[in-house]
């Protein structure tokens, strides 16, 4: 019987997943390396998703670097999508994984593991949160739920959509950008943005011009706005309700920013630091 490969396991298979699988195959070409994905998607551009909202991109396989056939054809990495990795085991070097399909859970064990399973949205919790049209964008899924519900918003009047008010919450990078995406998509955008300025961590006279830049682009900026919740109407999200009134809004955006997405490791045991990453 022969001797087992050294197997590495990596538990996320986007950016830096697939990077540290790559230059694990490099450094080692014998070893066996296996990626598990819990989404559809692996080696895709994330920055670029404004752009496929906006339309400059059509289709969202422009954004995917690589398949998970072709990183095992061309890589040698045996790349799994659709599979969740419930929990690790330590002390035995296993780890559970959900496989959406066949839809049951398979113990694998490993030599060396790799967490790569980035951060999440924060969702902050109030009321109506989880109305329908109340969406977060950090995955390819989001940007292509939000474009499906933009684009359904046109499919009964042409070039004009159905849909028009758009409200982000959280004047930051992403939010910012998404002005520009839904503008060319002739919605009406508006930005509440609890602090002071867009952008905080930047100097405010950098912030002034973003903000001059925007609202020139007919975007509505509501600063020192805090939002508490959101009415909807059958179910979707209708009202967005601030300290200072409230807005209209068919289509929402919360960008307030993300948290690490630590909880698969914290249940192993691993430390983490002040801020919830691995330390």
Do not use: H, W
């Not at 690490?260 to 983490?272: D, H, I, Q, S």
């Amino acid at each position: 019987m022969g001797t087992r490969r050294e197997r590495l396991i990596v538990v996320g298979g986007v950016a830096a997943g697939m990077s540290a699988a790559s230059a694990a195959r490099r450094a080692k070409p014998d070893m066996e390396i296996m990626v598990f994905e819990k989404g559809p998607f692996i080696s895709y551009g994330a920055c670029s998703i404004p752009y496929y909202l906006s339309r400059d991109i059509e289709d969202y396989r422009q954004l995917i670097a690589i398949s998970p056939e072709a990183a095992r054809d061309e890589r040698g990495l045996d790349v799994r999508s659709g599979c969740t990795v419930t929990s690790i085991d330590t002390k035995n070097k296993e780890v559970s994984v959900y496989e959406k399909e066949p839809g049951k859970t398979k113990k694998y064990s490993y030599d060396k593991l790799v967490l790569a399973t980035g951060a999440v949205s924060i969702r902050p919790p109030m009321p109506g949160i989880d109305l329908q049209n109340v969406f977060t964008l950090r995955t390819l899924e989001d940007g292509i739920a939000i474009r499906d519900f933009i684009d359904r918003g046109y499919e009964q009047r042409g070039e004009m959509p159905r849909l028009s008010k758009v409200v982000i919450i959280g004047g930051g990078y992403i939010g910012l950008e998404l002005c520009e995406s839904f503008r060319k998509r002739g919605l009406d955008v508006t930005v509440v943005e609890k602090m002071d300025r867009v952008l905080g961590t930047m100097d405010s006279t950098v912030t002034a011009l973003v903000e001059d830049k925007i609202r020139n682009e007919g975007v509505k900026l509501f600063k020192e706005t805090s939002v508490r919740g959101f009415l909807d109407r059958d179910g979707a999200v209708a009202i967005v309700e601030t300290d200072r009134g409230q807005l209209p809004a068919e289509l929402v955006i919360v960008s307030v920013g993300v948290a690490p997405n630590t909880k698969l490791a914290a249940e192993a045991g691993v430390v983490l630091g002040i801020k919830g990453a691995i330390s």
